[in-house]
């Protein structure tokens, strides 16, 4: 007799769409479950990206040349991320998009 093969659920990975900072359009970030990558492009000075993960947390600066750049991590399925997308200005609030959630 074949002992039974018991399985958990399965740990359910979800992708955080591009999203501008703002309607004027300065940056923009997304984040890829499968192999747990930020996508980036700025395309104004000091534009940037606020990151979480299981790992911790961190500023991505993106830079104005509007070329797609990436942030690889190696995290464990099925733990919640985060992303902000930003231009920063000195003397008034940063421009930034709402954050937006997602599972590696």
């Not at 979800?14 to 940056?27: K, R, V």
């Not at 990151?51 to 830079?63: D, E, I, Y």
């Not at 099925?78 to 590696?104: A, E, I, R």
Request: hydrophobic share 30%; net charge negative.
């Amino acid at each position: 007799m074949a002992a039974a093969t018991v399985t958990g659920p399965a740990l359910a990975s979800q992708d955080i769409p591009w999203t501008w900072n703002s309607d004027d359009h300065d940056a923009q970030a997304n984040f890829k479950a499968y192999g747990e990558v930020y996508h980036g492009k700025g395309y104004e000075p000091d534009s940037y990206v606020d990151w979480t993960g299981p790992s911790g947390s961190g500023r991505w600066n993106l830079g104005k040349s509007g070329n797609l750049q990436s942030l690889n991590f190696s995290w464990a399925e099925g733990k919640t991320v985060s992303l902000n997308v930003c231009q920063q200005h000195n003397l008034y609030p940063d421009d930034c998009s709402g954050k937006k959630y997602g599972v590696s």
